[in-house]
């Protein structure tokens, strides 16, 4: 029942920006965290952000902060990545993802064991 889907990935050259967007069903946003995490291959995921539901809190990496904002709408069920200034190691596979019930963004955030359902992902690709 519980669906989320990413799209917005594509081509783009360093200091390019692209916006991702998860689209969710099956659950109620308004009451759940939403997390981005992203994964290069032959690497390990990596945690990018999470935000949070109630207040929206948001966590960043560190190696995307001042470049990369999260937002939701949950009127659209639908949580945003806004990507800017990119840079050749932005390039991975990039998730949405959802953790249990009851369970915010917390000390753990980044950490992919703390979610349970995932999209299928969407590629960006950061290259001149």
């Known amino acids: 029942q519980v669906q989320l889907v990413e799209s917005g990935g594509g081509l783009v050259q360093p200091g390019g920006s692209l916006r991702l967007s998860c689209a969710t069903s099956g659950f109620t946003l308004d009451y759940h965290a939403i997390g981005w995490f992203r994964q290069a291959p032959g690497k390990e995921r990596e945690g990018v952000s999470c935000?949070?539901?109630?207040?929206?809190?948001?966590y960043l990496a560190d190696s995307v902060k001042g470049r990369f904002t999260v937002s939701r709408d949950n009127a659209k069920n639908a949580v945003y990545l806004q990507m800017n200034s990119l840079k050749p190691e932005d390039t991975a596979a990039y998730y949405c993802a959802l953790p249990p019930p009851l369970l915010p963004c917390g000390d753990s955030w980044y950490e992919s064991n703390e979610y349970d359902y995932w999209g299928q992902g969407t590629q960006v690709t950061v290259s001149s």
């Open positions: 935000i949070s539901a109630s207040d929206g809190r948001t």
